[in-house]
């Protein structure tokens, strides 16, 4: 049995796959390297019952997962994965390979991350390139939870909110300033909290107060890690992650403004990547 794991900042997929290609699925927390330590990542998976009941008898662990940019921060994943399931060889690899396996149709293409934070990378089938970092929610993280977030935990604390927004807002949540400032600046996992108020952006996203800023930080994303690569307006462009989906209006409207064009957009991108697992690189693994 091979577990293949697609994992962002907020929430992890974990797909089960059997010598029939029968395929179990699963949820943990989302684990970040910069956040979460080896002892984090095995403690967690040990509260899931049903992924421990396969421990086992799991041969291979594949890993792809936001942060897991180095051999040092992979290490703090794999240790934890290892840890758990002892028998198994365990492969961390960056989220934007599991983009660009889940996005491959054949041609090379640019593949795009939208989630708790926002990247990119070219790939055409045998080389992944990335031009430009991903930043994280301080620096970067454009178009991402994160950075719709902080626009509107921002605005509510500078009361720029429209009223109605406002109360319901207030209603929603009911948080303090202190709250809100104890969770972005004194706790763990502060992107995770900041992007948690995705839902209600989204519910609010047609306002007039939402609309354009969702565009503008849509765009600018295009801007800095679509633009980068040459021939990108030639270049099929995909998205994966659920924010691509729920803002697919607001995306290709931003598309349009710089030339773009956006091939597919994938909102559940770990269905694809066990299926590219299965054609590309397990073939007769499976057992």
Same mark, same amino acid.
């Given at each position: 049995?091979?577990?293949?794991?697609?994992?962002?900042?907020?929430?992890?997929?974990?797909?089960?796959?059997? !010598?029939?290609? &029968?395929?179990?699925?699963?949820?943990?927390? #989302?684990?970040?390297?910069? =956040?979460?330590? $080896?002892e %984090?990542?095995?403690?967690?998976?040990?509260?899931?019952d049903?992924?421990?009941?396969?421990?086992?008898?799991?041969?291979?662990?594949?890993?792809?997962?936001?942060?897991? !940019?180095?051999? &040092?921060?992979?290490?703090?994943?794999?240790? #934890?994965?290892a840890?758990? =399931?002892?028998? $198994?060889? %365990?492969?961390?690899?960056?989220?934007?390979?599991?983009?660009?396996?889940?996005?491959?149709?054949?041609?090379?293409?640019?593949?795009c991350?939208?989630?708790?934070?926002?990247?990119?990378?070219?790939?055409d089938?045998?080389?992944?390139?990335?031009?430009?970092?991903?930043?994280?929610?301080?620096?970067?993280?454009?178009?991402?939870?994160?950075?719709?977030?902080?626009?509107?935990?921002?605005?509510?604390?500078?009361h720029?909110?429209?009223?109605?927004?406002?109360?319901?807002?207030?209603?929603?949540?009911?948080?303090?300033?202190?709250?809100?400032?104890?969770?972005?600046?004194?706790?763990?996992?502060?992107?995770?909290?900041?992007?948690?108020?995705?839902?209600?952006?989204?519910k609010?996203?047609?306002?007039?107060?939402?609309?354009?800023?969702?565009?503008?930080?849509?765009?600018?994303?295009?801007?800095?890690?679509?633009?980068?690569?040459?021939?990108?307006?030639?270049t099929?462009?995909?998205?994966?992650?659920?924010?691509?989906?729920?803002?697919?209006?607001?995306l290709?409207?931003?598309?349009?403004?710089?030339?773009?064009?956006?091939?597919?957009?994938?909102?559940?991108?770990?269905?694809?990547?066990?299926?590219?697992?299965?054609?590309?690189?397990?073939?007769?693994?499976?057992?």
């Amino acid at each position: 049995m091979i577990f293949i794991i697609e994992s962002g900042s907020t929430k992890s997929d974990w797909v089960l796959v059997d !010598s029939k290609s &029968k395929q179990t699925f699963y949820k943990t927390i #989302g684990f970040n390297p910069y =956040f979460h330590s $080896a002892e %984090v990542v095995a403690s967690e998976i040990r509260k899931n019952d049903a992924i421990m009941s396969h421990v086992k008898d799991v041969t291979k662990v594949f890993f792809y997962g936001a942060g897991c !940019s180095s051999v &040092k921060l992979n290490k703090e994943i794999s240790d #934890g994965l290892a840890s758990v =399931f002892e028998k $198994a060889d %365990v492969i961390v690899e960056h989220d934007l390979l599991a983009c660009a396996y889940a996005t491959y149709d054949g041609r090379p293409g640019i593949s795009c991350i939208l989630g708790t934070g926002s990247n990119s990378c070219y790939y055409d089938g045998q080389d992944l390139k990335e031009v430009v970092p991903a930043l994280g929610y301080v620096l970067g993280d454009e178009g991402s939870g994160s950075f719709f977030g902080k626009f509107l935990l921002s605005s509510y604390l500078y009361h720029k909110l429209p009223e109605e927004i406002h109360n319901e807002f207030v209603n929603t949540y009911n948080l303090s300033e202190a709250e809100i400032v104890s969770k972005v600046y004194q706790r763990d996992s502060a992107n995770v909290f900041i992007a948690s108020f995705m839902p209600f952006i989204i519910k609010h996203k047609d306002h007039s107060f939402f609309k354009s800023i969702l565009i503008k930080g849509l765009k600018q994303f295009m801007e800095v890690h679509v633009c980068c690569y040459e021939n990108y307006i030639d270049t099929p462009v995909h998205f994966v992650g659920s924010l691509s989906s729920l803002l697919e209006q607001e995306l290709n409207a931003a598309a349009v403004e710089l030339g773009i064009n956006i091939q597919s957009i994938v909102a559940k991108p770990v269905d694809r990547l066990v299926n590219y697992h299965i054609q590309y690189i397990l073939k007769n693994q499976l057992a």
